[in-house]
């Protein structure tokens, strides 16, 4: 048994259009979108029956986040939305990106928050933003 990639990450989110939007404004694209539902999607993931709708994006290099938006059964708030990155749980993203000034006000002018200040030593500028759903986001530029 080998591992061969990670494929995708999956996000469960209460607003799919404008989450998806915020993904797509930071440069993924969308690869597809569908609505599952029945008690065969319910016994893979556990959920009993479920409806639910998918958004797969992806980075230009391949990797996968999936925004999910449960219809049924609701889905479940663990935490308040604007929990620090210190909290237990998978907490952000990361996004290697080039002038990471311009993403940063291109998020920002996109509802995004900047978390901190933007630096981090001598090999990388690294921006910590909070976009839709609480979401964090990480954008790195390497320096020189």
Do not use: C, S, W
């Amino acid at each position: 048994m080998t591992l061969k990639r990670m494929d995708n990450v999956l996000i469960v989110v209460d607003d799919l259009e404008v989450t998806k939007a915020f993904f797509l404004e930071l440069g993924l694209r969308l690869e597809g979108e569908t609505t599952v539902e029945g008690p065969l999607v319910g016994k893979l993931i556990g959920l009993g029956d479920v409806r639910a709708t998918l958004a797969m994006l992806r980075t230009p290099d391949g990797q996968g986040i999936e925004l999910d938006k449960f219809h049924t059964p609701a889905p479940v708030r663990f935490g308040p939305v604007d929990a620090p990155v210190n909290t237990l749980g998978l907490r952000r993203i990361m996004f290697a990106v080039e002038e990471i000034d311009a993403v940063v006000a291109r998020m920002r002018a996109h509802g995004a928050e900047l978390i901190g200040e933007m630096e981090y030593g001598d090999m990388y500028r690294l921006a910590y933003i909070r976009g839709p759903e609480g979401i964090i986001v990480a954008l790195a530029e390497q320096r020189g």
